[in-house]
């Protein structure tokens, strides 16, 4: 996995976001505190005080670039770029 501190930048910069694997996403919101529950081949993450549930799906190794849109928009809105447990 690539590092938190530089995936976390990748993905807040909206340059990349076709080009992010999925298992890093993944890890990236576990990271975050987020709890992920899996239901076939979706993958639904939820943190207590986000309202937001983040829904992902793999296409093939790599995350879907508009569930990483969403990923960044949830971080950003709820201020979890800063790391860590929010």
């Not at 590092?3 to 976001?17: A, I, P, Q, V, W």
């Not at 993944?26 to 975050?32: G, K, S």
């Not at 309202?51 to 508009?66: S, T």
């Given at each position: 996995m690539a590092t938190y501190k530089k995936l976390l930048e990748r993905l807040l910069s909206g340059r990349s976001?076709?080009?992010?694997?999925f298992d890093d996403l993944r890890n990236l919101?576990?990271?975050l505190g987020f709890e992920e529950r899996s239901r076939g081949s979706h993958h639904i993450f939820v943190k207590s005080g986000i309202e937001?549930?983040?829904n992902l799906q793999k296409e093939g190794h790599m995350a879907k670039p508009y569930q990483v849109r969403q990923v960044r928009a949830v971080i950003t809105q709820y201020g979890l770029e800063q790391g860590g447990n929010n």
């Amino acid at each position: 996995m690539a590092t938190y501190k530089k995936l976390l930048e990748r993905l807040l910069s909206g340059r990349s976001d076709a080009n992010i694997r999925f298992d890093d996403l993944r890890n990236l919101l576990v990271l975050l505190g987020f709890e992920e529950r899996s239901r076939g081949s979706h993958h639904i993450f939820v943190k207590s005080g986000i309202e937001d549930m983040i829904n992902l799906q793999k296409e093939g190794h790599m995350a879907k670039p508009y569930q990483v849109r969403q990923v960044r928009a949830v971080i950003t809105q709820y201020g979890l770029e800063q790391g860590g447990n929010n």
